[in-house]
Structures are given as structure tokens and as C-alpha cells.
């Protein structure tokens, strides 16, 4: 009997020991599992053009540059209100000066001290001739940068520039480490103080970063971070099927059934600021000709190309878009409607009938069926027209130097702000850098300087309109749509906000 009790207490004991260690292996298991994934890839048709917000000027470098560098200011993706960043705050003592007071205790990638030499360092980078930045015109106002003390910048303008701030939260505007550009190549080798790392960059492949784990904030939750390249769209989407990539982003609307029919898939579709448009090279004839270009405008059918967008875009004949800091609902009309009978008419009476026109395009989907349907189109009001297909990078080097006649672009607009969409991309300051039409109008100049140099918003919006009808009607783009912001992530991917101007930060970006 005590034999049997000992035996039956060890049984109890024993049963016990392996419960609890149960319960410790299903304990540790659970939390592994609940344990986010740290990996995140999203897959981009094109590689970047570079990784200096300096030296590039394109959305597909800028997500990218996002996650490694910083700027001054931000803005607030759900409110898109502006809001210090590396700045701590600011203060103006009169129309023409702006105190930022920086944070404290910032460091590079490179271990380097983050302070107002740098902040210094890298504006005058962006506004110095010989280096050539794309988006110099963000800072063009500013006269003078001057370093107070080690945490405190003060910028000096020839006159009110209104979109100061917004300039400041533009991603070209970001800082970079002195020392690293001065030593390296930040195009290939980024240093800024953001929350992921560069690591590596396998190019037509693949870029990597990694969590910076001495981040100023808290560290990200993402450890790490791919960006691979899937040229076909069709490709990206199974791999987003099958699990083998968790993003993706500018989604094509004719597979966006498909997309939305992917089980385990979110889809987010917001409208944004971003313009797609046909442009003319201004300096080229015909295509310098008003009455060519007015041919052209009604011969293209816009709506023939929203129609097959599934909702991803709007017609607006304004080149300032409904979300965009100056749009007038009044412009959405003042443009040149379809009119196919009218454009053939111009056509032959202006000598233009079978002229050859050669449309350069990017190997990007939304580029290319622009281009199909505009080739057709005006084939049929009696131009021979032919497609030129390039790789992004190459593409924008092309246009840059004016070596094409008439092409397709866009502009996501990243400060929401219309001076900063006409004055980059037709303002004559800014022929052979950001303004690829080489659109050249004193009248519009004015107008558009004259939008940048009051702080007065209301004042600045009336001449925004103004400008904006002007260029309308000039015809330098035809504007082909207003776009949507869109995205695919697997349901693992929490906390990810695309914001109008098409900008997502993977900072606050974590999977389940």
C-alpha cells in the first residue's frame, strides 16, 4: 500500500514536471510567435536612380532616402500638417529671417555629430551651381545660411518666401553628414541620421537596410528592410501572393482586381496630389508652336485614359490639383476639351499633317499605357508617331538634357504646396534640372515668384491661380490625370500610411 502511494505520487510528480515543462515550451513558442517578423521587402519596378537626396529627384530614390535621412520639418501623414522633426523649433523675427533651433544629441550613421554646420553644409550643397541639384529650387529664396551656435541655424531671405516650411519637409531637403559626403559617395553610399541604415545596394537587384539601432528616437520595429527590384508588375504581384514580398505601391489600375482579389492582402486607395502629364520640349519646333501644341491638347483624350483606371485617377485640365495648396476649381475647365474634328482641322491648316513626332517613355506601366493610347490618338488626327522606351535612370537623364521631343512625367507634389510644383517644374530658373519642358514665360515667372515671396496665403493663392491659368492655356503639359495614392501589404504589416503625396516611412512599420 505505501508501495503504491509512492509509486502514484512519483506518477503525479512526474506528470506535473512535464505539464510545466509543457506549459513553459507552449509558453515560449507563443511568444515567438507573437514576436513580429523583422523583415520587410517591397518590391519596386525600377532601382533608384540614386540614394543623395542632393543629387536625385525621383519618387523611386526618394523611398528610399525617406527611411535614411531627415529633414527639419515633416509632415503629418494623417493631417499633413508641418511639424519639426531635426528641428526643435523655430521663430521669425521678421518676413526675411527664420531661427531653427535644432535637437540636441543627434548622430549620423557614421558616428558623426548631427548640428547646424551640417544643416549649413548641406543647403549650401543643394544651392551650389557647380553641383547641379535637381532641386535646388527648394531653397532658392534663401540668401544666406548662417550657424549661431552649435544648435541653432538662422536663414536669411532676399524676401518672404511663403513655403518655407514646406520646403524644409521636402525629402531633397534632407541632411546629410558632411563628412561623409565630402570622403564618399553618399549617392551610393547614403549617411544621414534616420532610423534605418544603409547596408547594401546590388544594383537592377536589390537594396538593403538595416534598423539603426542608436537611432535618436526609439528604434525602429523593423530590423530589417529590402527594397527588390521586380521590373514586371505582374511578377511583383505573385510575389506579393505568395508571400515573398510584403509591399508594394503605384498600383497598376488594370490589375487591380486581381490585387484586390488576393486573400491576405490590403489594398489602400486615397486621392493624392500627385499630376501625370504629356509634355512638350519648349525649345524644339513644332512643339514650340501654340498653335501645335493646342492641336495636340484637343486631340488627346484624357478621359479615354481615366477610364481605364478604375477609380486610381481623375480628368482636371488644372496642372494645380485638387490636394495641392492653391488649386481653383474654376481652372478644372480651362484647358482644351477633346474636340478630334478641330485638332485634324488644325492640323492641316497649320502644316502640321504627318509630322513625325517620336514620344519618350519610361519603362514604368503607367508611362507606357499613356503613351499607347496618346500614339494612338494622334496618329488619327494625321501625325506619325513612334514610342521610345527607356530605363528610368537613363530616362531621366535623357529628359533632363532636352534630347526628345515630347514625353510623359509626373510630380508627386511631396510638399502639397503649388509653388512647389510650378516653380521647379516650369519656372525658366530652372531649365536643365527639374523643368524638363524648358517652359519659358516672364509673365508666368513673375507670377510664380510672386506666389513664393509674400506669407501672405491668401495673396500667394490668388497668384497661383493666375499662374496657373496661364501655363493652361500656354500648354507647356497636358495634363493626362490627377492620381490616387495606392498600396498592397500583406495583413502582417501593421502601422503603414501613404500619404497624399504618395510618401510612407517604414519608422512606425511592424508585422505581426
Keep these: 500500500m505505501k508501495n503504491n502511494r509512492y509509486f502514484l505520487l512519483m506518477t503525479f510528480l512526474l506528470i506535473a514536471v512535464f505539464a510545466i ?149 521636402h525629402t531633397n531637403a534632407a541632411i546629410v553628414s558632411p563628412t561623409a559626403d565630402k570622403e564618399g559617395d553618399i549617392n551610393k553610399n547614403p549617411v544621414g541620421t534616420g532610423p534605418f541604415v544603409f547596408e547594401e545596394w546590388v544594383e537592377g537587384d536589390h537594396i538593403t537596410l538595416k534598423r539603426n539601432e542608436d537611432y535618436w528616437r526609439d528604434p525602429a520595429k523593423l530590423e530589417k528592410v529590402t527594397y527588390k527590384v521586380v521590373p514586371e508588375t505582374s511578377t511583383a504581384i505573385s510575389m506579393l501572393e505568395t508571400g515573398e514580398v510584403q509591399f508594394i505601391d503605384a498600383l497598376p489600375s488594370d ?131 513612334e514610342i521610345e522606351t527607356m530605363e528610368w535612370a537613363t530616362f531621366l537623364e535623357t529628359a533632363r538634357k532636352g534630347d526628345y521631343q515630347m514625353t510623359f512625367l509626373g510630380w508627386a507634389n511631396s510638399t502639397a504646396d503649388g509653388s512647389e510644383l510650378l516653380y521647379p517644374n516650369l519656372h525658366s530658373d530652372n531649365i536643365g534640372s527639374s523643368n524638363f519642358s524648358r517652359y519659358s514665360n516672364d509673365a508666368f515667372d513673375k507670377l510664380v515668384e510672386a506666389s513664393r515671396s509674400t506669407v501672405d496665403q491668401d495673396a500667394r493663392k490668388e497668384k497661383l491661380n493666375e499662374a496657373n491659368s496661364m501655363a493652361i492655356k500656354d500648354a507647356p503639359w497636358i495634363v493626362m490625370e490627377h492620381g490616387s495614392v495606392t498600396a498592397a501589404y500583406d495583413k502582417s504589416v501593421n502601422g503603414l500610411v501613404v500619404d497624399p503625396t504618395g510618401k510612407w516611412s517604414l519608422y512606425n512599420v511592424s508585422r505581426k
Design 21 to 169: 515543462a509543457g506549459c513553459s515550451d507552449k509558453s515560449s513558442g507563443e511568444k515567438g510567435s507573437s514576436d513580429a517578423p523583422a523583415e520587410l521587402t517591397y518590391a519596386t519596378t525600377t532601382d533608384a536612380a540614386g540614394l543623395s537626396p542632393i543629387d536625385t529627384n525621383d519618387s523611386v530614390s526618394s523611398n528610399v532616402t525617406y527611411q535614411i535621412y531627415e529633414t527639419l520639418f515633416t509632415q503629418n501623414p494623417e493631417t499633413m500638417e508641418i511639424e519639426p522633426l531635426l528641428a526643435e523649433s523655430y521663430e521669425t523675427p521678421d518676413d526675411n529671417t527664420w531661427v531653427i533651433k535644432l535637437r540636441e544629441g543627434i548622430t549620423f550613421h557614421d558616428g558623426t555629430p548631427f548640428n547646424a554646420k551640417a544643416v549649413k553644409y548641406t543647403f549650401e550643397q543643394i544651392k551650389d551651381p557647380e553641383r547641379a541639384a535637381p532641386r535646388a529650387s527648394l531653397l532658392a529664396p534663401i540668401e544666406s545660411i548662417e550657424v549661431k551656435d552649435e544648435y541653432t541655424v538662422v536663414l536669411k531671405t532676399k524676401e518672404p518666401y511663403g513655403p518655407m516650411l514646406a520646403a524644409l519637409s
Design 255 to 385: 490589375q487591380l482586381p486581381r490585387i484586390e482579389s488576393i486573400k491576405g492582402v490590403e489594398v489602400q486607395k486615397t486621392p493624392g496630389t500627385r499630376v501625370s502629364y504629356l509634355g512638350f520640349n519648349m525649345e524644339k519646333a513644332p512643339f514650340n508652336e501654340l498653335k501645335f501644341r493646342q492641336a495636340v491638347a484637343y486631340g488627346v483624350n484624357q478621359k479615354a485614359y481615366v477610364k481605364q483606371l478604375n477609380g486610381l485617377g481623375t480628368y482636371n485640365e488644372s496642372i494645380i490639383g485638387p490636394k495641392v495648396f492653391g488649386y481653383n476649381e474654376a481652372a478644372k475647365d480651362e484647358g482644351y476639351p477633346y474636340d478630334q474634328e478641330k485638332a485634324k482641322k488644325m492640323i492641316e491648316e497649320n502644316g502640321y499633317g504627318g509630322e513625325n513626332i517620336t514620344l519618350l517613355v519610361a519603362n514604368r506601366d503607367n508611362y507606357m499605357k499613356m503613351a499607347e493610347i496618346v500614339q494612338s490618338q494622334l496618329t488619327e488626327i494625321g501625325l506619325n508617331v
